[in-house]
Structures are given as C-alpha cells and as structure tokens.
C-alpha cells in the first residue's frame, strides 16, 4: 500500500473552544489508484489532506492521535528536514485556486524550476530547460516562449496545468489534488481532468482527488470515501456507491443534486445543516439531519460496518438504507 | 439597532389591516405573454490609453446584440462560461449597468430609455438576487434592516408603521425565523443568508426576479434547499426568472428555456428538452458534453468533446461566427459571415424539437447527454 492513514485526529484551538476537524479516519491509497474524498466544506477533507502533507498549521492544528503510512513510514514520526523531503518529490499537492498558489512576482519558468534547483541541486540554466519540458508535458502551447511568463499572463485553465506540472516534476509517487477544477469553466475543466487522468496513468501514480462535485468523481475515481462532520461514513468502489449508497447522507447528497440527463420534480433536500464543529451532535453525527435517525443514532456512535467486500458504512441502519 | 427601534414603535401602533404583502395591483398581462423583451442589447467598454488625454483603443465588446423574451411565470435560464457576458446582461436588465445601444422593453416600454421617476417605478418590479451571500449584504446592518431597507427607497409598498410586520412575513416566506430578525448576516449559514438576499429581492414585490448564480456559493446538500424555495416561490407569487448560472444541471432543473451565451452572444436558445436533448449549436454540444454526470456507468458510453484553447479576449473577438476559433466544423464561411441567431435552414420546415434557434452555418442535430 502506498499511503495508509490511520486513526487520524485533528483538532484547531479557537477562541471559542477546541473545534474537532478530523476525527479518526483511516484509508488508503495504492499506486495507480484513485481515491475521491467527497464532502461538504468543514467535511474535514482538506485537512485530512493537509496532515498528509505535513502543511497544516500547527498551531492552532494538533494531531492528538493516528498514523500516516507512506511507503511503510509513519510519517508523524519524522523530523521536519525528512518531511521536507518527502514534500513535492514524494508525494504532491494539486491546489483549487492556482493564482493565488503562484508566486505573482516569479516566471513561471522560475518556479518550475525551482523544483528542481532545491530538490536535485540542478543549475538555473538546465532547471529552465526542465521547466520547458514540463510544460510541454502538460500541452502549454508555445512553452518555449512562455517559460518567462509572470502566472497573470496565463488563463486559469493554463495556470491550473502550470499547477500539474509542478506537482509532476520530480515525478512524485502520490498527488493530492484539492478541488483541482473547481474554479475553472466546464469546458477548461474536462480538459484538465483528462490531462491529469492520463498523466496518471503514465506515471502509476496514486491520485486522492478532494472534492464535492459528484460528476467529477463518477467520471474519474476507482473509489471513494464521503467525509461528514471529520468522519468518514461511507467508502466504497465507485459504481456500487452510486447504485446502491449504504449511508443516508451518501442517498441524500445523490438524491439532492439536478441531474443535466433528466428534468426531475422537486428536489429532495436534506433538512438541516451541517454541524458546528465545535459542538458535534453525540452519537452519529448526521443523525439531527437524517430521515432514519433512532434513539441509538443519538447516543451511540456507529463504527464502520463491512457492508460488503470493499464497502463499509458508518451507519446503524445500513442493511435497511440498502434495502430502501 | 436604534432603526430597527424605530420601527418597532411603528409596528406595534397600527398594524392592523389584514392585505398581504403580496401582488400589486397592476399585474394585468396574462400568462404567456412575454414581460421582458430585450433586442440587440449591447455594453461595450472602453479601453483606454494615457492617463490626461484618454484615447479609446478599442472596446471589450461584454455584450454584442443579445435579443431574448421573458415570459409570465416562466424561468430563462442563461448559461455560459466565464467572460460570456451573462452577469453583465444580469447587471443591465435591473439598470446597474447602462447599455451601450438596444433595447430591453418590460411590458412595452423601453426601461433605457426612463430616467427619475419613471425609472425608479420600473426598478421595483425587476429585483435581483446575488451570488455570494458573503459579500452581498452589510455587515453592520441587521437582517430587519437590510431587508427593509427596500421600502426606504419605495415608501410607497409599506408605510413605515407595517414594516417591521412585512419584514417577518418575508422571513418566513424564505423559512427563516421571523424572530431572527434582529440578528445579524454573520450569525446565519450561507444557506440562510441567501435566503436573506431573496427575502430582500421579494420585499417590494417584484415581477421579474434576476438571479446570477444564486446557488453556486452553497454546498451540495443546501443547494437544493435553496432551489425548491426559488421554485415555490414563483409558483405562490407568479413570478418570472431570469436564472443565470454555468452549472448546466441546476440550470436544467430549474428552466422552462435555457439560452447559451458565448464570447457576448447567445447561441443557441430554446426549451430545456430542445436544448439538452436536440443541441444543434457545436457550443452547445461540446459544453453539455463537458459536463460531469454523477453515474460511473454512463463514464464508458459517453461521447465527450474536448474543445481545444480557450475563451478568445471580448476586446478582440474573432471575425464571423466567435466560436470558429475552437470549433471542429469550422470552414471559410465562419470567418466571413456572421451566423444569425434563427432556426436553421436545413429545418426550417421540420417539425422537430432540432428546428428552434441556433446561430451555425453547419447546424446538426447531435445528442450528447444520455438518456
């Protein structure tokens, strides 16, 4: 296995208490695999994501509890020079808002390159041409002459494949890519989800994609884990979740979204909202939301059933939410 | 607060007559009947160079010749890509923004053309809902008073002493406490405070509602909240969207036509099942094509276009048709010739769901989105 998290915590000191973002969560990653982590903002997806990375802030973050291992280190045991290391050749990370994730005061060639330059101790000159090579790699028209260019003088689609190229270059074993196409237009998307979907495949490598756009993960994703409230509640291949969800919040998100192939009546809507972080519901989390909540939904919290083989569901009642 | 005070003293005087807040009088055009017809709208703006003599160079052409009816009670959902010019158009039909030439005439009468009082009457019936509840209401101000605040500007719709009644009515038409009113936009959810953004678009009881991307600032799970209250509302107060969104779904669900803009035209327009079912327009294909569908099954089966490049700049459009640079049938006739927005001739006297508007020399029937 690639990467394995395990039981992993983390919570943010506030000012107004301690807010439980992530609250054990285990899954995993093989080579060439991918792995769509679905939830809603404050699902703690992103900072699941973070501690991988090592980038959370910390403080106000701590991680109390868990594992995280990557190629058979825990990488919570390592020093902070060893994680550097690991950081961007190892493993990589693909963020939402390209423009704001460049340097607006460096070519583009500059920060490619830098890669390179810090990472393998290349010269400035051949870092520029490694620069030039990767953005051929992600089809940037006219690399060559665009390796000087400052991010504003790209479009988002282009800026958003300057991203790929960055997490590409020291050919990384896993990428983790945060909304990668949330913030582009349907057509540009598809574009860069292709790009990234053969890149992939090239190099075998493992993809956690975090996002809450169901289309995006049916298109691309061999399996997923749907986060609510820092907990994972339901994992499983993707054509089995789809079909036949195990979780009542997976059956209300997939009940709640307009579909582009039909002309539906009213939406089901799930009532509610998600809950405050710092004050989760006892119990299941989802239960002051869900249709099927029973006295033990509020005091008991439910583990992670096996479902079936590859499938789990954090859900006292998910014989009968599969029956429904 | 001290305002809301005010109008407390108000309220608890003289409230007593029962008339709803509801339905001004002057709703007479029937169902059917178009209530907005814009033609040929057009915003250029200027670009300029130097700084004491500004000298035009050129223009970013948002707009260009964009003609479409409203009907009553009926929902135009307008998509496109970023840039395509969609929110500006938003922005013109309520008068935030003034057009460059055109026309959009709301029962008859050419709204760009009033000024001062005349314009002032027409602005109440065309209301506007924004994007981002984070950033489109006051901070410092409370729910009562952002919502009220309408009835400031059109005293005319409440008396002063009713106001703090309509404004609760209102939160509860949106299913928001009507004792939350005191309460201020960063103590509600995103979810809630878009409710607050309707809630002050219906508070001087618009026939026309525009909306640019109600929805795309909320998470999944409330989005549908928020769309089944848009589409209970029309149906309690008979009123006539024009929903601008680029989530082609939500915009499926929600419209009775759909229009697709790109590069400051439309396209192609027509019923949602002409649209999603019968696209002719090459844009329109490759965009639905484009779209994610949330089933694994479909991801084997689906026939996808990848378009090539990006959004050519509005301020230097290509000649003829604007999506020739991008598209697979493109041909000679596209840089010459500047496609109509027409039923295309080829069925022009075919009696099928293809034969509705469609600017493309080369325009074909094409069925992207599985059934």
Redo the contacts between chains.
Sequence with gaps: MLLEVRDLHVEFKTRDGVAKAVNGVNYSVDEGETLAVLG??GSGKSVTAQAVMGILDMPPGRIPQGEIFFQGKDLLKLKEDQRRKIRGAEMAMIFQDALSSLNPVLSVGEQLGEMFVVHRGMSKKDSRAKAVELMDRVRIPAAKERVGQYPHQF????RQRIMIAMALALEPKLIIADEPTTAL???????V??LLAELQRELNMGLILIT????????V?DKIAVMYAGRIVETAP??EI??NPAHPYTK???E??????Q??Q??????G??PNLLNIPPGCAFNPRCPMAQDICRSKVPPLFDVAEGRQSACHFWKETLDA | MPELGKDTSGTTSGATEASSWVGPSTRSVSRGESILEVRDLVKHYPLTQGIIRKKQVGAVKAVDGVSFDLGRGETLGIVG??GCGKSTVAKMLVQLEKPTSGAIRYKGEDITELSGRALKAVRRNIQMVFQDPYTSLNPRMTVGDIIGEPYEIHPEVAPKGDRRRKVQELLDVVGLNPEYINRYPHQF?G?QRQRIGIARGLALNPEIIVADEPVSAL???????V??LL?KLQQEFNLSYLFIA?D???V???SDRVGVMYLGRVVEIGT??EI?EHPTHPYTQ???S??????????DHRE?I???G??PSPANPPSGCRFRTRCWKAQERCAQEVPLLAVPAVFRDADSPAAHDSACHFAEERVV???
């Design positions: 809603e903002s479009s988002g689609g282009m237009d349907v057509t540009v998307q598809a574009q989800m292709d809450h756009d169901l289309g995006v993960v049916a298109d994703a993707v054509k789809y079909a209300g998100l997939l709640s979204i307009p579909r582009l192939d002309k539906g009213e939406l089901y809507a799930i009532k909202l998600p | 890509e970023s959810s979810g998470d999944v799970s409330v989005q549908a909240q769309i089944n589409e680029h082609l779904s939500i499926r669900h929600i949602d099942a999603y490759a965009l639905l484009a779209v994610p569908v949330p089933d694994p099954t479909a991801r996808r990848i378009l090539s990006d959004v989105v599985p059934r």
